[in-house]
């Protein structure tokens, strides 16, 4: 499974890219780090992204370019943003983030056409009531076509969940309208825009050794055996990958067996949305960022010797725009119970590789030391 050479060259080279930081930082607001900072050839390294952030922020905006060579809207090209009235077409955002990656060599990633969690309410309603494909093929065929440079989209965004049915299919409008029709079918009215283009199913909550997710895996893999076997047009897999430390630690042994049946079908991966949700937020800043670059690199040792992994994204670059920050309430609740009295953050979560102030975490040298960062 392990592509040696590949692997070999990338440590290798990993060995040596300490003495070569090539990053100008003279002119930026922050210090980005000029040795993490992609320097190092191996596995490109993106970031989800927000367009009005790079608007509104300028410390943002640097970073991402300083250390992305790839992004992903973040909200930007989901359908209920894009369309949310019938017909009416709202690109401003889309194309913002798609100019923004285009004017600084940076590639952006497609995410995500068809996602249960996206759908406009119009378009629930009319799916509902007419039952016609042609609204979800249009859609898919405006945005494949509009952004025709894009190398790989999400097509099919979460498809699996447990406990409903025998095949794991998540119910959903797709599902009660079109049956289980509705994944091939999304992928092919993709193909039928761009030939060239990567299609993936991309999905979560495959890491752990917990029931369910041992399930997901499973539901997972005959999703795609039955992909593959019908000849549907499937290039790779998107790995989430939010890790949880609740869960307690990610199992390389699961994550091996199921990436081993992945190659197998001849599917290439990609880790989609990598972050961490911390188990406890009462330690030291320090300890807190040793734990959460702990399991980033347990997950990646096994990732990573993947022989065809595409790509590591994380779910948002800093602590500072971060979906998994706490809300007002439960920092209100720590704050009064007297936690944070160190200065640590209090109610935001250390998951993303920079900190709130953009400074580089121990999570960006479990990437870098996984060959995760150079723009390609
Ligand atoms: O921009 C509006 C703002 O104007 C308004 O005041 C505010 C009030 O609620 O909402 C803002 O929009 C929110 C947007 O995030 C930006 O913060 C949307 O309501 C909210 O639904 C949206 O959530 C996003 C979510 O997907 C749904 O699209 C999250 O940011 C985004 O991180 C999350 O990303 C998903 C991936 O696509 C799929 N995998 C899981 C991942 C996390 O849930």
């Not at 300028?58 to 009235?85: H, M, N, V």
């Not at 050794?209 to 999703?223: G, N, T, W």
Request: aromatic share 12%; with cysteine; net charge negative.
């Amino acid at each position: 499974m392990v592509n040696t050479t590949l692997e070999l060259s990338r440590r290798r080279f990993l060995s040596s890219s300490a003495t070569t930081s090539l990053l100008a930082v003279a002119s930026l607001s922050y210090p980005i780090d000029p040795i993490l900072a992609k320097t190092i050839k191996g596995i490109q390294f993106g970031a989800a992204a927000r367009a009005s952030l790079i608007v509104s922020d300028p410390q943002y905006r640097d970073a991402l370019l300083g250390y992305c060579s790839r992004l992903t809207p973040e909200i930007e090209f989901k359908w209920d943003r894009i369309e949310q009235e019938q017909g009416q077409f709202m690109f401003g955002e889309a194309d913002q983030l798609a100019n923004f990656a285009r004017d600084h060599g940076i590639e952006i990633y497609g995410h995500t056409l068809l996602w249960h969690r996206s759908l406009p309410p119009w378009a629930y309603e009319n799916l509902k009531v007419e039952r016609e494909w042609s609204i979800v093929d249009r859609y898919i065929r405006q945005m494949v076509g509009r952004y025709d440079g894009i190398r790989y989209w999400d097509v099919v965004n979460e498809p699996i969940e447990t406990g409903y049915r025998t095949d794991g299919l998540r119910p959903s409008i797709f599902l009660d309208v079109f049956g289980d029709e509705y994944v091939a079918s999304a992928l092919q009215a993709a193909r039928s825009v761009s030939s060239s283009a990567k299609l993936l199913i991309n999905e979560y909550g495959l890491e752990y050794d917990l029931a369910v997710e041992h399930d997901r895996r499973y539901h997972f893999l005959k999703l795609l055996e039955r992909l593959k076997h019908s000849g549907v047009p499937l290039d790779g897999v998107g790995l989430q990958a939010h890790l949880d430390l609740r869960k307690g630690t990610v199992s390389p042994a699961s994550i091996g067996s199921f990436l081993k049946e992945i190659a197998n079908f001849g599917l290439f991966i990609f880790v989609t949305e990598l972050d961490v949700t911390e188990a406890s937020y009462f330690q030291t800043v320090d300890e807190r960022d040793e734990q959460v670059a702990a399991e980033v690199s347990r997950y990646l040792d096994v990732v990573c010797d993947f022989p065809d992994i595409r790509g590591v994204t994380t779910w948002g670059l800093t602590d500072r725009y971060s979906w998994l920050g706490l809300s007002p309430e439960e920092v209100e609740a720590y704050i009064r119970l007297g936690y944070w009295r160190d200065g640590s953050s209090p109610g935001l979560n250390r998951g993303l590789p920079l900190d709130t102030d953009m400074r580089p975490k121990q999570f960006l040298r479990s990437l870098t030391s996984h060959g995760i960062g150079e723009k390609q």
